[in-house]
């Protein structure tokens, strides 16, 4: 028998069923909302009018937030240069390297969170999307992890820049910041996001593009917020 806790009727109760709020108001139901005793991270999810089938209405990108995520990425970059090396560790990467890095990746080490790589590497990372890729982390020119510019590259995604993709759904999921992020902090964080999302609106998409926004703490509700906001 499945008993729903005490926390989460008190959760449920905060949130009207089917209700998209503005984003000030949905933002301050994720802040009421009872939750565990670590800092929350506050979760996106855009549903998009896209069909996903269509190759050509792919939309994956990053943005940096304008606050953060409230997390440190652990970044590794690859490059053969050795200044640039020894540049992309002082910007705060845990590891660097080129053929070396691929081969440890390549043996399953996949201990990081996002993957820069200079263009003269893409040869050999290539060859590690079978390792990479089901993890969403094969860097990509679009997403601005394949870059020569590998050392600012490294600190803007350790700063909070994110990666994005629709998944099959249509949908785009992402970290937004944390709940002890100050209310118009976090709405500011949802607008950069959600207008880097809509930069990329395929030219093919019809109607719509940004057809559903709800925002939902690590283990709170999920609120349905304006797709204007």
Known sequence: MVTTGKRA?????????????GLEEGIKLLKLAKGPKFDETVNIA????????????TVRGAVSLP???????RVIAFVKDPAKQEAARKAGAVEVGSDELVKKVGDGWTEFDVAIAAPDMMGA???????LGPQGKMPTPKSGTVTADVEKAVREFRAGKIEFRADAAGTVHAPVGKKSFDEA??????RAFLGAVNALRPASAKGQFIQK?????TMGPGVLVEPAA
């Open 9 to 21: 009727i008190a959760n449920g109760k905060l949130v009207s069923l089917g209700k998209v709020y």
């Open 46 to 57: 855009v549903n998009l009018g896209i069909d996903t089938k269509k190759t050509e209405q």
């Open 67 to 73: 606050h953060g995520t409230g997390r440190v990425l």
């Open 125 to 131: 990372v290539g060859k590690l999307g079978k390792v």
């Open 185 to 190: 902090n976090l709405a500011e964080n949802v």
């Open 213 to 217: 926004v709800s925002l939902a703490n």
